[in-house]
């Protein structure tokens, strides 16, 4: 038997060092509870620096093409916490004021300088756990305002990366698949491990790291994520008072969006304010809780300058390079219907065009794609808008389509045609959502004319318009 075991010496002296190793073990790591202090009613100034790098990726040809691109970009606004949503969302509304809201964007030798318009600086965001819903109470976006304003790391959800219990330093905490979809503005996530960590703190701040995979999707179309980032929590003020996130995408080719291999940079400064500079009680009056959901439509000018209209965000401008606006819709990611919009030249003033002619005119442009006409219209609307609505049927390579075109032409001789095309089976889907689109149609008033846009009236039959039957 070995020596060890037959001296009970040995074993004496193990047990002794094992008390005096537990009697000096260090004590348990300090937890520390970190939950933010935020309000109903506490106002935030808050800086974004956005820099973003990479390729774009295109359809051409049939072919994917890769762009160069990259996009500094630069928001500062004043964020009020109005209260919770009085609806079921259990969400969030905020109130903005942005003074300042810009990017330049280079895309090969192209660049594109969105701003947001002097008249749209009140934005308010409702945050719910379904989506982060941005709007003006002054009146609609344009998309590229709405693009310009909604990114990743959304300063109303940045609270929400803080631990919901005690940590102490080293602790780690997952954070959910719906946090991440907000934070990053995705649609959905359907796997992630994102994680932060407490990595040091003192009486001051409390200092964290975030990392880890996102796969989700937008508007319909796969995107893989790999997310770093550092943020930074202010112990007496109880907030967030900075985060840097390092975001890198790549996004599938899209029905309506392009694809990406980008390399995102931002960071956010966040610093509470006292009192308001530019979100007085008096101008949030008007933004109750318990009101319904603003109106969301988004505004698109024709590229001629001649009308303009509103639509809902599930349409998207394809081109407007050219006097022809080409625009899809998309529901739930699925490509619905394409219109395209145009203004041809003025008739003459108080003469029309006749509805017989427009169906002429129609039947003519679609040849021998052509099946038959299954409604026409015709109705004048409050402000003397002659209007016709004519929907036809036929195939083109023998599947079935239908086309639906809407004329407008006002008593001074203008006038703006539609044109809408998807296949019969998605009618039901595509709904309303044309005579919606047309119903908002205001012509521009000339230079040097007199009285305000006459818009078409909403409650009447909408704008059609005369298109190539071909789908893209």
Same mark, same amino acid.
């Given at each position: ?40 009613? /506490? ?25 160069? %691109? ?55 965001? /409702? ?33 929400e ?39 040091a ?25 790999s ?6 929590? /202010? ?25 990406? /291999?980008?390399?995102?940079? %931002? ?5 509470p ?32 300058g ?11 401008? %394809? ?7 080409? %625009? ?48 026409a ?19 083109v390579?023998e ?12 008593d ?50 909408k ?10």
């Amino acid at each position: 038997m070995p020596r060890s075991v037959r001296n009970p010496g040995w074993m004496i002296l193990l047990a002794a060092s094992c008390m005096l190793s537990a009697g000096n073990a260090a004590p348990a790591a300090e937890k520390h509870r970190l939950e933010s202090s935020r309000r109903p009613g /506490d106002l935030t100034a808050v800086r974004v620096e956005l820099e973003v790098g990479g390729e774009l990726k295109v359809v051409a040809d049939g072919k994917v093409k890769p762009l160069k %691109m990259n996009v500094m970009g630069k928001l500062a606004y004043e964020e009020k916490l109005l209260g919770v949503l009085a609806d079921k969302s259990a969400g969030m509304r905020y109130a903005r004021h942005y003074d300042q809201a810009e990017a330049k964007i280079n895309i090969e030798n192209g660049e594109i300088l969105p701003r947001l318009r002097d008249e749209r600086r009140l934005i308010v965001v /409702d945050a719910a756990a379904v989506q982060t819903l941005l709007f003006s109470p002054q009146g609609p976006l344009t998309r590229e305002e709405l693009d310009l304003l909604d990114v990743p790391g959304n300063s109303v959800w940045l609270e929400e990366l803080l631990p919901a219990k005690p940590v102490a330093i080293g602790d780690q905490w997952r954070h959910s698949d719906q946090l991440l979809a907000s934070l990053l503005g995705l649609d959905a996530v359907s796997q992630s491990d994102v994680t932060s960590e407490l990595k040091a703190i003192d009486a001051e701040n409390a200092r964290f790291e975030l990392s880890g995979e996102v796969h989700g999707a937008i508007g319909g179309v796969a995107t893989e994520i790999s997310l770093k980032a550092k943020y930074r929590f /202010d112990r007496k003020r109880r907030r967030v008072a900075w985060a840097g996130l390092l975001v890198k995408e790549k996004r599938s080719v899209g029905h309506v969006a392009t694809g990406l /291999d980008v390399v995102a940079k %931002m960071q956010i400064a966040l610093s509470p304010r006292a009192e308001p500079k530019h979100l007085p009680a008096s101008l949030l009056k008007r933004i109750s809780l318990d009101s319904p959901a603003q109106p969301t439509t988004l505004e698109c000018q024709s590229p001629t300058g001649k009308f303009r209209f509103q639509h809902s965000r599930g349409w998207h401008v %394809m081109n407007d390079a050219s006097e022809v606006l080409t %625009m899809r819709y998309v529901d739930r990611g699925e490509l619905v219907a394409q219109c395209n919009v145009s203004a041809p030249p003025d008739a003459e003033p108080g003469k029309s065009p006749t509805l017989a002619s427009f169906q002429r005119e129609i039947q003519t442009g679609l040849d021998k794609s052509f099946g038959q006409f299954i409604q026409a219209s015709e109705s004048v609307t409050s402000a003397g808008h002659v209007v016709y609505r004519v929907v036809a049927e036929g195939k083109v390579s023998e599947l079935p389509i239908q086309w639906r075109y809407y004329l407008v032409a006002d008593d001074q001789g203008r006038q703006a045609i539609y044109a809408f095309t998807l296949e019969s089976e998605l009618a039901a889907q595509l709904g309303d959502a044309d005579q919606e689109l047309v119903s908002t149609l205001e012509f521009v008033k000339r230079p040097g004319g007199s009285g305000r846009p006459t818009p078409v009236d909403a409650a009447t039959p909408k704008v059609s318009k005369k298109v190539q039957a071909k789908r893209r």
